[in-house]
C-alpha cells in the first residue's frame, strides 16, 4: 500500500478544490446560517456536485455509479471540508451508498442507488440512541407483526436526518443493548407514520435531527439484508463513514491552520509582525507537525478500506482520532492566535472551532477510538 | 520476468552464497561492526561479511560504482533491503561515513577526493567521526571558533571539538574550522578532512548522566591538514554543514519508531503488563493503559508519515527537521512512560536489586534525554519548521 494518491485521485481532488473555491467559500456556509433554509445546504449545490458524479462515487458501476472507492469520496470531502460545505454527501454518497450496496439485497441496491446517484433521493443513517455514539447500544426495537414489521424507540443527533428523504433504521430484532449479534437495518420513507423527525439547532448550523419511533410499521422488504446479522458489516459501514468524515475534518484543519499562519505574517504589533515571536512559531511549527501525521493517518485509512485491507478496524480509529485531536488543537489555537477578531462572529475562523467539537463526536470522539484501538491492538 | 525480478533472483542467489550463518542471527551489541584500522572482530563471519558486501559496494547499494559503491537504483537498493530483511541478516557496517559525509564527499568533494575517500569508507577500512560541536558552539554551531590557518601548503588547526561521537576510535574526522576569522561568522567556515593520526590530535572519552558513552572531546594542537584535504571552496564550508545535518537528521528521526534508535529494544506494551499486571489480557492499570494508547497511536501516525515521505520520494529537507523533533521526543516520552509503568524496578543502576533488562531500560531512558540535544535542539528544529517551511518572518 503506497500512501500516495493516483493520477485519478489527485484529479478528482483538483476538480473538488476549483469547486470549493469558486461555487462554495466560506460566504456560501454563512449565507445558508443565515438564511430560513432548514436543510442547511444548498439543492442547487448539491445537484451540480452529482452532475460531477461525486453521489456515485462508492457506487458499483452496473447500479450506474463510478466506484472510485473511499480514497475518491475522501479527497473530494477533505477539500469541501476546507470551505465547510455543507452538503448531503457524508449521509448519502457513504453512509447511505455503503449501507443499501453492503447490507442490501440485488432489488434493493435497483430500487435505491440509481436514483441516489441521480441525485433524486438522499438518505441517512440513524444510529445512536444516548449521548454518546456507542454503536451497538442499541435499544430500538423491531419485532415481525403478522406480514409486517413494528418498530418502536428512539434515535438521536442523525447526521442530516432533517432533510433526508430515506431513514436508515439501526433496530434490534434479537439480544440486548450492547450486543453486536441482533442487530438489523431497515429503510423507511421519511413521512411513514410512526416516524416523528425532529430538527435540532448543533452550534456548526448543520443538519441534524432527533427522531421518534412509535409504532411505525415497516413492509417486509423494508428490512436490509438479513434479520439479525447486520452489526459486523454495520462496524465495517460505520468505518468508512469515520474515514469520510476524518477527511473532511483534516481539510477543515488544513484550512484554519493555513488562514492562521497567514494572519501571524500580516498582522503587526509592537511594530512587528506576530509571526516573528518565537512563542507563535514554535506552537505553529508543532501544529504542522500533527497535521502531517494526520494526513498519513487518513490516506492510510482510505486506501486500507479500498483494499479490504484486515487493518481497516485500526486505521479507521486511528484516522478519527488523530482528526480528531489535531482539528481540536488547531482550531483553539486559531481563536488564540488572531487574539479579538478571533471571537467575533464577523470572522470565519470561529466557523472552524464550532464545526470542529460537532465533528469529532461524529461516529466516535477520540476518546471512543482510542479506547477502541486499544481493544484491537490488544494493550 | 522483468529486470527487477531478475535482479531479486540474482541477489537471492548470492546473499544465499555468501551471507555466513551466524550473520542471519539477531545482532548483539558486542558483534557491531564499524569497521577501521583499528576494528577488532570478535566473530570473524563478521569481518567475513564485511568483505564480501563492501566488495560488492552493498554497504553503500546507491553509490555509483566508480566510487565503489553498488550503482543500484532506487527500486533496486528496496529490493536489496526486501532481500536482506528476508533473511534477517545484520548490518554489515555501521559507518558514520556512509551515512553522513559520503554523499556530501559526491555532492561537493573533488574527483580526487571521492576516488581517495569513498572506497575506503564503503569497504569499512577507515572510519570516521564528526568535529562540529564545540564547547561554546552548540545550537549556534556557526559562531565555532576552531581555527585553521593557511600556511603555505597546509592548514594549521588549532581548538576543540566536543560531542565527537567515537573520536576515539576513528581513523579520521571531518571537521567544520574557521578559515576567515574576519568574514560573517556563516561566511568564513571550511570542511575539512583530518587524519586522527596527525601529531597533535588528542582525545578524551565523556561520561553521560547515562554513564560510559561513545563521546568524547577532541584537541587540535598545532594539527597540520595538508591543503587537498579541504572539501568544497574555503570558507564555504556551512553549505556543506548543513546538507550534511540533514542527512543526520533523517538518520536519527528512526528514533521515533520502536526498536529503532537508542534505547534497549524493549516493548512498552510488554513491560507494562509485566510490571503492571494483566487482567483479561489487558494492562491491568487504567490511566497507564491509556497513555500508553496515545502514545502508540501517535507511533503508528508517526512511522505512516515517514512511510509516506518515502513514497512520495520527498527529498532531504525542512521535512527532516520534522521528523527528528518529533521522533526524539516521542522517543523520550517512550521511556518515560517505560519506567513509570515499572515503577521502582525502573530505576536501578547497578545489578544490586535490579536485573540487566531492568538496568538497560533505565539508562536508555536518561540516555533519550540528549536525542532531543544532539544533531540540532528541538528548539532548533521547530524554528527550521517556522522559517523555511512555513514561512514565518525573522
Known amino acids: 500500500m503506497k500512501l500516495i494518491l493516483s493520477e485519478e485521485q489527485q484529479f478528482l481532488k483538483d476538480t473538488a478544490q476549483s469547486f470549493a473555491r469558486d461555487k462554495t467559500p466560506v460566504t456560501h456556509f454563512r449565507k445558508l446560517r443565515d438564511s430560513e433554509n432548514a436543510q442547511c445546504w444548498d439543492g442547487t449545490i448539491w445537484k451540480e456536485m452529482v452532475e460531477l458524479g461525486w453521489s456515485g462515487i462508492l457506487v458499483p458501476e452496473k447500479f450506474g455509479g463510478s466506484d472510485f472507492g473511499m480514497a475518491g469520496i475522501s479527497v473530494i470531502m477533505q477539500e469541501l471540508g476546507k470551505t465547510l460545505t455543507p452538503s448531503p454527501i457524508l449521509s448519502t454518497s457513504v453512509l447511505g451508498v455503503s449501507s443499501i450496496n453492503m447490507l442490501g439485497s440485488d432489488k434493493q441496491k435497483d430500487d435505491y442507488l440509481p436514483k441516489i446517484v441521480a441525485g433524486e433521493l438522499t438518505t441517512a443513517l440513524a444510529i445512536d440512541e444516548g449521548n454518546h455514539h456507542d454503536p451497538f447500544a442499541i435499544e430500538t426495537n423491531a419485532i415481525i407483526d403478522g406480514d409486517h414489521w413494528i418498530l418502536n424507540g428512539k434515535k438521536v443527533f442523525v447526521v442530516d436526518g432533517a432533510s433526508a428523504d430515506i431513514i436508515l433504521l439501526v433496530a434490534r430484532t434479537s439480544g440486548k443493548s450492547g450486543e453486536s449479534n441482533g442487530i438489523s437495518v431497515f429503510a423507511a420513507s421519511k413521512d411513514t407514520t410512526g416516524l416523528n423527525i425532529t430538527k435540532i439547532s448543533t452550534a456548526d448550523s448543520r443538519n441534524y435531527a432527533n427522531i421518534e419511533i412509535s409504532d411505525l410499521k415497516l413492509e417486509q422488504s423494508a428490512l436490509l439484508g438479513e434479520q439479525d446479522l447486520a452489526g459486523e458489516t454495520l462496524e465495517k459501514i460505520l468505518d468508512l463513514g469515520r474515514i469520510a468524515i476524518s477527511a473532511e475534518m483534516l481539510g477543515n484543519t488544513e484550512e484554519a491552520f493555513e488562514v492562521t499562519v497567514n494572519y501571524l505574517k500580516e498582522r503587526k504589533q509592537f511594530g512587528v509582525q506576530i509571526g516573528s515571536f518565537q512563542a507563535l512559531q514554535h506552537r505553529a511549527a508543532k501544529m504542522f507537525c500533527e497535521i502531517e501525521l494526520t494526513k498519513s493517518a487518513v490516506i492510510a485509512a482510505m486506501h486500507a478500506a479500498d483494499e479490504n485491507s484486515n487493518e481497516l478496524e485500526r486505521l479507521s480509529s486511528l484516522a478519527k482520532f488523530q482528526a480528531g485531536e489535531t482539528l481540536h488543537l488547531v482550531s483553539n489555537e486559531a481563536i488564540q492566535m488572531h487574539g479579538g477578531i478571533g471571537v467575533t462572529d464577523e470572522y470565519d475562523i470561529g466557523f472552524y472551532l464550532k464545526r470542529a467539537r460537532v465533528a469529532e463526536q461524529i461516529f466516535g470522539t477520540s476518546e471512543f477510538h482510542q479506547a477502541r484501538y486499544a481493544d484491537i491492538s490488544g494493550f | ?394
Open chain 2, 1 to 394: 520476468m522483468n529486470d527487477l525480478t531478475a535482479f531479486r533472483e540474482e541477489v537471492r542467489d548470492w546473499l544465499e552464497e555468501n551471507c555466513p550463518p551466524s550473520m542471519r542471527t539477531p545482532m548483539v551489541p558486542e558483534e557491531e561492526v564499524w569497521g577501521g584500522r583499528n576494528a577488532e572482530y570478535v566473530n570473524p563471519e563478521s569481518k567475513l561479511w564485511l568483505d564480501r558486501m563492501g566488495e560488492k559496494g552493498w554497504t553503500a547499494p546507491n553509490i555509483p560504482k566508480e566510487y565503489g559503491g553498488g550503482g543500484l537504483d532506487r527500486e533496486q537498493t528496496k529490493v536489496l533491503h526486501q532481500e536482506l530483511f528476508r533473511i534477517n541478516a545484520r548490518q554489515p557496517l555501521n559507518s558514520f561515513g556512509i551515512w553522513m559525509l559520503a554523499p556530501c564527499i559526491i555532492e561537493f568533494g573533488s574527483e580526487e577526493q571521492k576516488l581517495e575517500h569513498i572506497p575506503k569508507i564503503i569497504k569499512g577500512e577507515i572510519r570516521w567521526c564528526q568535529g562540529y560541536s564545540e564547547p561554546g558552539s552548540g545550537s549556534d554551531l556557526a559562531s565555532l571558533s576552531t581555527k585553521a590557518e593557511d600556511i603555505g601548503d597546509h592548514y594549521l588547526v588549532n581548538g576543540q571539538k566536543v560531542w565527537t561521537s567515537y573520536a576515539d576510535k576513528a581513523d579520521w574526522i571531518f571537521a567544520l574550522v574557521r578559515t576567515g576569522p574576519k568574514e560573517p561568522k556563516h561566511n568564513g567556515i571550511s570542511f575539512l578532512l583530518i587524519d586522527m593520526a596527525t601529531e597533535g590530535v588528542s582525545t578524551k572519552p565523556i561520561t553521560l548522566i547515562s554513564g560510559k558513552s561513545p563521546f568524547c572531546e577532541t584537541f587540535f594542537d598545532n594539527v597540520k591538514a595538508p591543503k587537498e584535504n579541504l572539501v568544497g571552496v574555503e570558507n564555504s564550508g556551512w553549505t556543506i554543514a548543513k546538507k550534511l545535518l540533514q542527512h543526520e537528521r533523517n538518520f536519527i528521526s528512526n528514533f521515533g519508531l520502536a526498536g529503532g534508535g537508542t534505547g534497549s529494544g524493549a516493548d512498552i506494551v510488554n513491560i507494562a503488563k509485566k510490571y503492571l499486571g494483566e487482567v483479561n489480557g489487558q494492562i491491568a492499570n487504567l490511566t497507564h493503559r491509556e497513555n500508553i494508547t496515545l502514545h502508540k497511536m501517535k507511533e503508528h501516525a508517526f512511522g505512516l508519515t515517514l512511510q509516506r515521505s518515502g513514497d512520495e520520494g520527498a527529498k532531504a529537507s525542512a521535512a527532516s527537521s520534522m521528523f527528528k523533533y518529533y521522533g526524539t521526543e516521542h522517543n523520550k516520552d517512550r521511556y518515560e512512560l517505560m519506567i513509570a509503568a515499572m515503577g521502582n524496578k525502573g530505576l536501578g543502576w547497578t545489578n544490586e536489586g535490579f536485573s540487566d533488562d531492568e538496568q538497560a531500560i533505565t539508562k536508555a531512558w536518561l540516555r533519550t534525554k540528549a536525542n532531543s540535544i544532539e544533531g540540532g535542539t528541538s528548539e532548533v528544529q521547530l524554528n527550521v519548521i517556522s522559517r523555511r517551511v512555513l514561512d514565518l518572518p525573522n
